[in-house]
């Protein structure tokens, strides 16, 4: 089960890495544009940080 949790957030990681910092590395937008999708994406990545550690933690504990 832990490996499905572990293999699921790497996917999770990936998608958000692909399409959250391409458009921040690649936009032609304005630097203002590309700094607030860069504060999106920093939020998302906690989230998804924050979803894995409890997730582990309670698989841990169920175990």
């Not at 590395?25 to 906690?46: H, P, W």
């Amino acid at each position: 089960m832990k490996g499905i949790a572990v293999t699921l957030f790497v996917l999770l990681y990936a998608l958000v890495t692909m399409f959250g910092l391409g458009p921040v590395l690649l936009a032609d937008g304005s630097r203002s544009e590309r700094m607030m999708t860069l504060a999106v994406v920093v939020v998302i990545y906690i989230c998804i940080t924050i979803a894995m550690w409890r997730t582990l933690t309670w698989l841990k504990r169920r175990s």
